[in-house]
């Protein structure tokens, strides 16, 4: 098959379009996230901060409440076939928690600890007492009240990145 001159001119624009669309695009990405980062350069740092404070949660719904799931986590065995096929298991699963676990300052190491967790997957449905992982950012502070007359602090996560920023953002959290 041969082509004609005007042919090869057309196919020739087309490679030279082709190889540098990829770069136009990345540059484009490259500078929007720079400019939001210009723009809010506290947002940029709290995403940065919540990337490298992400923890595993692992662990047991205790109660539900309306900002979330308070999630007795540090259950690890969650982290290992065959759980790691979902995000939520039925609460008949078959695991402990390991009392000598400790939680170490390394991204997505296993949370260990009294949490809420927000932002989650809605499908399936969690119960209560049913055990969750995922992967959980920073965002802020919550008060617990386990019983009535006892209110305790704990830590919050958001399973969503953009979640945990914006929570963080709103409340002023470090």
Not at 147 to 161: D, M, N, S, T
Request: charged share 20%; glycine share 8%.
């Amino acid at each position: 098959m041969s082509l004609k001159p005007g042919q090869i001119m057309k196919l020739h624009w087309l490679i030279i379009l082709s190889a540098v669309m990829p770069a136009v695009a990345q540059t484009n990405v490259a500078s929007v996230t720079n400019q939001t980062a210009a723009r809010n350069p506290r947002a940029a740092e709290l995403r940065v901060a919540c990337i490298s404070g992400r923890r595993c949660v692992c662990g047991q719904v205790i109660k539900i409440v309306p900002e979330g799931l308070v999630v007795d986590s540090g259950y690890t065995a969650l982290m290992a076939p065959p759980f790691t096929q979902s995000w939520v298991f039925p609460s008949g699963a078959l695991v402990k928690r390991d009392p000598a676990a400790i939680e170490r300052n390394e991204p997505a190491g296993p949370c260990i600890g009294t949490i809420l967790l927000t932002d989650f997957p809605k499908r399936p449905p969690v119960k209560l007492y049913d055990y969750v992982v995922l992967l959980g950012y920073p965002a802020g502070e919550y008060r617990y009240v386990p019983v009535p007359g006892v209110e305790k602090p704990i830590r919050k996560f958001a399973a969503g990145l953009d979640t945990a920023v914006n929570l963080q953002l709103a409340t002023g959290d470090k």
